[in-house]
């Protein structure tokens, strides 16, 4: 474990070209794949998003897991059409009637945006459904595939009801279900979120090192695949996490963390633990890059590391 050291700019935006070198070199740093072909050809179709949106860089812990980065739009648009128009997905990708349904639920106040790793290039298509939403009204639909739908009671059972993002994994057919939680975080509620995936729950140790970082309502991530059905990984979230209140983090994260070009007058980085069968638990750590990735999360209303607020939307 080691803790990294950080700096950060004035708010400002790198060039593509410069954006471009900041990729290749940090995923130098932390040993992560990287295709420059690949990466150009992502850039470039999604050079208008890139300039508008707030930036961010991602990995794990892993060795040898990929570096990604995101850009979290601040308007409504269709991603997924700038995707297949560039052809980074085929004109007749499967999961695009399941993103516009999701992107069409109440009155089109969602907005999309997108993943991207250093090595394949478009990964995920986020749709944030612009607040906080019963898992019912996303979920029990005709456009979402049963395989999905039918774990509907045992998130319930699991205390999950609200969603507020979904990302559909276009390489893997899968999809990642953001739930907030209402809290506060304790091992019982740790217990029954991670008993999705059927492995040793969190230790006493973790849960208390998770409950001094995320806020009181809390947000997690599902991942569940959209043929089987199955529960791949379950993820807790601490958003805005100060440099100086770390957690315990892998050497590789804290090499990230060091490395990653921020540009932001206010850094913002985010610390997720994942459990989930064989390899599924590890540590993962999200860092601005530009675009005041803040104000960004503050429009969307999340929570930050140590707030106090409460979401209105869950039950008391």
Known sequence: MATPTTTTAPTTRPT???????IRSTAAAVGAPFDEE??????????????????????????????????YTRTRTDTLSTATAAGLLPPDTPLAPLIAFWSDLYDGAPEQSCDFTARTGLDKTWVWLGGTRPA??????????????RN??????????????????????????????????????????????????????????????MPRDYGISVTVS???????????????????RLPRIPERIATFLAAAPSYDAEGCTVIGWSYGPGNGTYVKAERSCYG?????????????????????ALPV
């Open 16 to 22: 593509p070209l410069h954006f471009l070198e900041d």
């Open 38 to 71: 690949v990466t150009r050809k992502a850039l470039a179709a999604y050079a208008g998003h890139f300039l508008d949106s707030a930036v961010v860089w991602k990995t794990t812990g892993r060795p040898g897991d990929d570096l990604s980065y995101r850009f």
């Open 136 to 149: 019912a009204e996303v979920l029990d639909a005709e456009a979402v595939p049963d395989a999905l739908r």
């Open 152 to 213: 509907l009671p045992a998130f319930a059972r699991a205390g999950l009801a609200h969603i507020r993002f979904l990302a559909v994994d276009h390489r893997h057919h899968s999809v990642n279900l953001y739930f907030r939680v209402r809290g506060p975080v304790t091992a019982a509620r740790c217990a029954d979120i991670v008993s999705l995936v059927g492995v040793t729950p969190p230790s006493a140790e973790d849960v208390a090192e998770m409950g001094a970082l």
């Open 226 to 244: 959209l043929t089987t059905g199955d529960v791949a990984r379950v993820c807790f979230y601490a958003l805005n996490v100060p440099d100086g």
């Open 292 to 312: 005041d990735m803040i104000s960004a999360f503050e429009r969307w209303s999340c929570h930050f590391s140590g707030g106090r607020e409460r979401d209105s």
